[in-house]
């Protein structure tokens, strides 16, 4: 099972929109609506930012939002801020007759 | 307030085993799967495996089927990760996640803190 692949980097100044964006196959990304984002700091554990493609825990800011696509799912940062500098894996489903989880290859945000 | 706490850094020498752990609170052990990540220095997130501490069903992805162990105490709430020989390449940061939702399409919340494993001669 192949990682997901995420842009390397995508970035932004304060108050901009980005979006990154998480292309698998129609055996993971694309078969099923089981995508989810974290969020990593350096030096941290990742954490939760949206799940089932298009959820937003409680907590997570609503400038966080999902979609997906065919085999592409994408994560929009709206207004961004100093703070969601970071790197953002996506994760989904890939069916039991494989590695049931993939990650994608991750995507550094840097804020301008 | 549901947490994962796992065991401290570890370094070992190439072929000595090792079992690191992840201790569940909060919220009821048995009843959500728990899943291991492994982290290499400077890359990315890849799924390891997968178990259900109500009956110890366990899942590994393909890359790890045979490279690690899995396995669950759940008189005391804790999960495991083991090696019998370690590798130099075993060296990364090593996290557990608790699967909210169904194995078949969940998602991963919260994380444990991560467990530094460093494989030296």
């Known amino acids: 099972q192949s990682a997901l692949t995420q842009p390397r980097s995508v970035s932004g100044s304060p108050g901009q929109s980005v979006t990154i964006s998480c292309t698998g196959t129609s055996s993971d990304v694309g078969g099923y609506n089981y995508v989810s984002w974290y969020q990593q700091h350096p030096g941290k554990a990742p954490k939760l930012m949206i799940y089932d493609v298009s959820k937003r825990p409680s907590g997570v800011p609503d400038r966080f939002s999902g979609s997906k696509s065919g085999n592409t799912a994408s994560l929009t940062i709206s207004g961004l801020q100093a703070e969601d500098e970071a790197d953002y894996y996506c994760?989904?489903?890939?069916?039991?007759?494989?590695?049931?989880?993939?990650f994608g290859t991750g995507t550094k945000v840097t804020v301008l | 307030e549901v947490q994962l706490v796992q065991s401290g850094a570890e370094v070992k020498k190439p072929g000595e085993s090792l079992k690191i752990s992840c201790k569940g609170s909060?919220?009821?052990?048995?009843?959500?799967?728990i899943g291991w990540v492994r982290q290499m220095p400077g890359k990315g997130l890849e799924w390891m495996g997968i178990i259900y501490p109500g009956d110890s069903d366990t899942r590994y992805s393909p890359s790890f089927q045979g490279q690690v162990t899995i396995s669950a105490d759940k008189s005391i709430s804790t999960a495991y990760l083991q090696w019998s020989s370690l590798k130099a390449s075993d060296t990364a940061m090593y996290y557990c996640a608790r699967l909210w939702g169904q194995l078949v399409g969940g998602w991963f919340d919260p994380w444990g803190q991560g467990t530094l494993v460093t494989v030296s001669s």
């Open positions: 909060g919220y009821s052990f048995t009843s959500y799967w």
């Open positions: 994760c989904s489903y890939a069916g039991s007759y494989t590695s049931y989880y993939v």
